[in-house]
């Protein structure tokens, strides 16, 4: 038992300093928008002015292969922009994202697109998105597409597997293909554990409704969704 605090400790220390090395190898630009390693300022005002998601968590949200493809040619995964309510402008009907208020991510060229997802997926956070949130169980899909459309509101927010819904969040129509399934089931939980201050609601979710969600989401955008 004497052992078993100083081996954690050292584990955490390890983990701390992996991630600050991965860190480091990013492009300082890159650090100019996203954060990188987990920020001391947890204020709304931070959430407010940044300009761009928090990536300190990046190897435990994205998948690889979506990420070094998506850095060479970044199509937008915000419709109304990062934040969305700096971008949006009154529309005829309801308010509308202001393309010309959205700035394009660079592109990277294929070598240099590598190195940042190399890095990028270095930067792990097992104790927010922890092995096997997601208990891989597809059969509840069906449910989660009903979940997702009408029962718990997702789409007022998200666009969703045929392109409708709202643009004040990411749309989802290439989940499965970008973000990783356990992921999607530790932010749906708990939103506020990865951004105190973010506007998505942490709603009460049965574990089962999690996994349904989670079960919807990590098919799509993926050629074997069923």
């Known amino acids: 038992m004497k052992n078993k605090l100083p081996l954690a400790t050292a584990v955490i220390t390890a983990a701390l300093l992996s991630t600050a090395h991965a860190a480091d190898k990013l492009d300082a630009s890159c650090a100019s928008c996203h954060a990188l390693t987990k920020p001391t300022d947890t204020s709304i005002e931070r959430i407010i002015n940044r300009k761009g998601p928090d990536l300190w ?3 435990s949200k994205f998948n690889a292969d979506w990420l070094t493809a998506w850095l060479q040619d970044p199509k937008p995964i915000r419709p109304a922009g990062y934040p969305y309510f700096k971008v949006i402008k009154e529309g005829p009907e309801h308010d509308v994202p202001d393309a010309s208020k959205i700035t394009a991510h660079p592109k990277l060229a294929k070598a240099a697109a590598e190195s940042a997802t190399a890095a990028l997926m270095a930067l792990k956070t ?11 169980d597809a059969a509840g899909a069906r449910m989660g597409a009903l979940a997702f459309t009408k029962l718990r509101g ?19 129509t290439n989940a499965g293909a970008r973000l990783q399934p356990d992921f999607i089931a530790a932010y749906t939980a708990d939103p506020q554990r990865f951004d105190p201050h973010i506007w998505m609601p942490t709603l009460t979710l049965k574990d089962q409704d ?17």
């Open 210 to 226: 999690i996994q349904r969600l989670t079960a919807y989401l990590s098919v799509q955008g993926r050629g074997d969704k069923k």
């Open 57 to 59: 968590y990046a190897g």
């Open 154 to 172: 997702c789409i007022t927010c998200h666009q969703g597997e045929d392109g409708k819904g709202g643009f004040s969040g990411p749309e989802l």
């Open 126 to 136: 097992p104790d927010l998105v922890p092995a096997g949130a997601f208990k891989g």
